[in-house]
């Protein structure tokens, strides 16, 4: 669903590598290394730093959780095994946290139930020390590319959902039939309505919405539907508070189904 959205967005692509003379590729972002030994954490310093990559280490999860600071693109790079909160815990908080930061586990003990487990929590790759260059270099330049468009992709949904915010109950109700594929009139006879009434709600929605087509509007309204269920972000289309009888005068009739926001029309996966 998010490589919908990414193509009809047009998000833009962020430069975060280019070739070097060299061969090895330049970087542009920001790792951060969390891991115990001091040793391991100098070395991948050494090496990142060599292709134009900024590192911050941190010698616990810890010192990680109160000393990092947002950059963008940037990717984590961490140990499992450490004194105190261990790599996988700080994983699912980040995850509770809805830190949405690519990451990569380097573990010198990780087993197939741990590299399952720190793949489902998101964690991109997961390397076994020690660690090979190339294999770390390309593992941190794919992980920026994930980052960033993670990152834009976090900040048309703020946008979007920003619009929402600037529909009225009513629109929001008109939103919700509208992008489920119910023409005007049948949505005016469900609420009791002129036609010509919800025409202007109508109006106002795409207005709002910044739609410039029907299937634009139901496009956006089913990355909102995908993205906020993925994360348990609620969703006002989604939400059951505003139903149809509470904005709109009752026609004595119950509407003819559910509605389920913009699950459907389904968008056409080959587009």
């Keep these: 669903m998010w490589s919908l959205v990414v193509r009809q967005t047009k998000l833009v692509e962020v430069r975060v590598f280019e070739s070097s003379p060299s061969g090895l590729p330049v970087l542009f972002g920001t790792v951060h290394i969390v891991d115990d030994d001091e040793s391991i954490r100098r070395s991948i310093s050494t090496l990142l730093e060599t292709v134009n990559v900024r590192v911050c280490s941190y010698a616990s999860a810890e010192d990680f959780l109160s000393g990092y600071q947002n950059s963008d693109p940037e990717c984590l790079l961490l140990d499992l095994r450490m004194p105190g909160m261990s790599g996988m815990e700080l994983l699912d908080q980040l995850n509770r946290q809805h830190c949405s930061i690519a990451m990569i586990i380097i573990s010198q003990y990780a087993n197939a ?4 487990r720190a793949i489902k929590g998101g964690a991109l790759d997961v390397l076994e020390k020690p660690l090979r260059d190339e294999e770390l270099i390309q593992c941190v330049k794919d992980a920026f590319v994930v980052d960033a468009r993670l990152k834009q992709e976090r900040t048309f949904l703020a ?113």
């Design 113 to 116: 139930r741990l590299a399952v």
């Design 159 to 271: 946008d979007i959902l920003s619009r929402i915010d600037l529909l009225t109950p009513r629109e929001l109700d008109v939103s919700r039939r509208v992008v489920s594929g119910l023409p005007n009139k049948v949505i005016a006879a469900e609420f009791g309505l002129s036609q010509k009434t919800i025409e202007a709600h109508r109006a106002k929605v795409m207005k709002k919405m910044k739609a410039g087509s029907l299937a634009e509007l139901v496009q956006v309204f089913c990355a909102i539907n995908a993205a906020t269920t993925s994360t348990s972000t609620p969703c006002p289309i989604l939400a059951s508070g505003t139903s149809p009888k509470s904005s709109f005068p009752s026609s004595g009739s119950p509407p003819k189904a559910p509605m389920r926001g913009p699950e459907t029309p389904q968008p056409n996966k080959h587009t």
